[in-house]
């Protein structure tokens, strides 16, 4: 690491601390040369390989870019959907590897964003699966429908006058 100050190429760290949501490692160091003391952030890389072939950094705000629009007219805040691409993110990174495709990604929303939302869950896997008839999206409502049959949970019903 280059000293920001007087571009030595050597520091020593003085200390380290993990971030708040522990992505990140905040190093404070100092230079031996001129000993003025900087911050250096540390992060894994984590690299999506889209269809076409070209890398790019994994992005928490494209997760939720994607997701939102799933969960666009669904009783889902802005917190949900937060947390959502931080589960995500957690899931792909515990993968241990440093580039996953695009694919991938958008198959690693679907089983949280079941849980926050079937509807949204069924709009979103019905573009990451390529559903291409109705019978796709009869058999993901059937499995739906059992899975929560299995689990006791009531079937809820759409409020009256509720928008569309």
């Given at each position: 690491?280059?000293?920001?100050?007087?571009?030595?190429?050597?520091?020593?760290?003085?200390?380290?601390?993990?971030?708040?949501?522990?992505?990140?490692?905040?190093?404070?160091?100092?230079?031996?040369?001129?000993?003025?003391?900087?911050?250096t952030l540390e992060t894994s890389s984590l690299n999506v390989i889209k269809r076409s072939g070209?890398?790019?950094p994994f992005s928490r705000a494209k997760v939720l870019s994607g997701v939102r629009k799933a969960c666009q007219g669904r009783p889902v805040t802005e917190d949900d959907l937060a947390l959502l691409a931080q589960k995500v993110e957690e899931a792909i990174r515990s993968q241990g590897n440093a580039e996953i495709e695009a694919h991938e990604v958008g198959m690693a929303v679907l089983e949280p964003l079941r849980e926050l939302?079937?509807?949204a869950y069924l709009r979103f896997a019905s573009v990451y699966q390529a559903w291409e008839s109705l019978e796709d999206f009869e058999g993901a409502i059937a499995l739906l429908r059992a899975e929560r049959d299995a689990l006791g949970k009531p079937e809820t019903a759409p409020e009256i006058g509720a928008q569309r």
């Open positions: 690491m280059h000293c920001p100050f007087c571009r030595h190429t050597d520091s020593r760290v003085i200390d380290s601390r993990t971030t708040d949501d522990g992505t990140c490692i905040r190093r404070r160091r100092q230079c031996p040369e001129c000993n003025r003391r900087f911050t070209a890398s790019e939302d079937e509807v």
